[in-house]
Each structure stands twice: as C-alpha cells, then as structure tokens.
C-alpha cells in the first residue's frame, strides 16, 4: 500500500496498492506476478473495493500489462470490512487515520 497515493473523492478515500506473489498466479488464462490496485474506501461504513487493477507479468508492477480494468465509483463491488481483522487495519488505520508514511507498505503472498 502506497500511502503516498492516498486521495480524497467525493467522500471516498483512494489509494493504490501493490501485490507481489511468489509464484506465478493464473487467472482467466493468464499469467502474472504482481498486481497493483486502486483500492476504494467508505471508512465511515466500514466498506472497501476496488476501483482499478492491473495485472503484471513482473514483481512490484513490472514487466507486461496482462489486463487492466477500471471502474466508475457507482460500478465498485463493495465488500464490508471484518472488525478485528487485517482489512480493517489496513482499511482503517492505515487509510483512515494515519498520515503518509515515507515507503510504502507492500505485501507479499
């Protein structure tokens, strides 16, 4: 999670994300090693989704786009945050509450 990303719209609050997975991932029939993501979130009513994601044959975003797709705000699939869980840390204390850290935040499977 790259905080240095983080913007407010329209109530909504946005910021991209990183994935880099250790083996290559499949889907739909294709293959790729890392994903980046606008992910959206609605703190207030404890919801997130996501907003854009693209798909990359490299680690941390590079490399080949192997699909992209974006969405308008009213198309997001919304998923509710688990209390107690790492979506609620990362939808509320890292996006919600604090301030931009210098590096990013990555996560790695």
Not at 49 to 68: C, D, F, H, P, R
Not at 75 to 83: A, C, L, Q
Not at 93 to 98: G, I, L, Y
């Amino acid at each position: 999670m790259d905080l240095s990303t983080k913007r407010q719209q329209s109530g909504y609050t946005l910021v991209w994300t990183i994935v880099d997975y250790s083996k290559e991932q499949q889907w739909n029939g294709l293959s790729f090693n890392s994903l980046k993501e606008l992910s959206v979130y609605q703190c207030s009513e404890f919801r997130q989704g996501a907003k854009s994601q693209v798909l990359y044959t490299g680690e941390l975003g590079t490399g080949n786009v192997v699909y992209s797709k974006s969405l308008e705000m009213y198309e997001v699939k919304w998923k509710d945050v688990v209390p107690e869980t790492v979506g609620e840390i990362n939808s509320i204390e890292f996006v919600a509450r604090r301030n931009r850290p210098n590096k990013p935040f990555i996560i790695r499977f």
